[in-house]
């Protein structure tokens, strides 16, 4: 295992039009986060799962966003009627559970989403 | 306010040079403090992860974390062009389900 992978790396969408990310994670890892990151900032937390179920959501997910992670391997993020405002690098990280999960958890390359 | 602020820079240094980085914070829950670095369009890379107060070190890296200022620090020695990245400090509570980032610093090593 590589790493964290993400696809695709680049996507542009026209505005209203749907689109989705997928990303796989380290396979022995059980928590899984997408981030967003725009330009000049930091990455927002969006949401996390730990394995299959989805613990929560950050309110920059509004209910045009959804994440799914089937039988807890990879997960995938969808955007709807994109909106220009959702132009970002979404980033995925996966780790492994209990407190000391999130010190070592590992990024993606992000996909890099431009809508027009 | 934001939880966590770090100057966004650019932070321009010699190659050699001696660079300090640095992060303030809000947040007294926070326990366990991270640095990333990321290059342009490119993932964060986990450097290193310091866990409360006090120093750590890996090769040229060093983070230190000053609860008591909630401060934190990333210095980094004998500077390599190959260092010219954005580095994001990072941080979170022994609970908590999610990093906070900073806004990133993004340092060039010229020759």
């Known amino acids: 295992d590589t790493g964290v992978s993400q696809n695709p790396r680049h996507k542009i969408t026209k505005r209203g039009q749907n689109v989705t990310f997928r990303c796989d994670p380290i396979?022995?890892?059980?928590?899984l986060y997408w981030y967003r990151q725009t330009l000049g900032q930091g990455p927002e937390f969006l949401t996390y799962?730990?394995?299959?179920?989805?613990?929560?959501k950050s309110r920059l997910l509004s209910d045009r966003f959804s994440a799914e992670r089937p039988k807890g391997s990879f997960s995938t993020l969808e955007i709807q009627r994109t909106e220009q405002g959702d132009s970002a690098m979404y980033l995925c990280?996966?780790?492994?559970?209990?407190?000391?999960?999130?010190?070592?958890?590992?990024f993606g390359q992000g996909t890099r989403l431009t809508v027009v | 306010q934001k939880e966590v602020e770090q100057d966004p820079g650019p932070l321009s240094v010699p190659e050699g040079a001696i660079v300090s980085l640095n992060c303030t914070y809000s947040?007294?829950?926070?326990?366990?403090f991270m640095w990333y670095r990321q290059y342009s369009r490119k993932g964060p890379e986990l450097l290193m992860y310091?866990?409360?107060?006090g120093n750590k070190e890996d090769g040229r890296f060093t983070a230190q974390v000053d609860k008591s200022s909630k401060y934190i620090s990333l210095f980094i020695r004998d500077s390599q062009p190959s260092d010219s990245a954005t580095y994001l400090c990072?941080?979170?509570?022994?609970?908590?389900?999610?990093?906070?980032f900073g806004t990133g610093t993004r340092l060039q090593v010229t020759l």
């Open positions: 990280a996966s780790s492994l559970g209990g407190a000391r999960g999130l010190t070592e958890a590992f």
């Open positions: 396979s022995e890892h059980n928590r």
């Open positions: 799962f730990q394995n299959e179920a989805q613990l929560e």
């Open positions: 947040n007294s829950a926070f326990q366990y």
């Open positions: 310091t866990y409360s107060s």
């Open positions: 990072a941080m979170t509570s022994g609970t908590a389900s999610k990093l906070t």
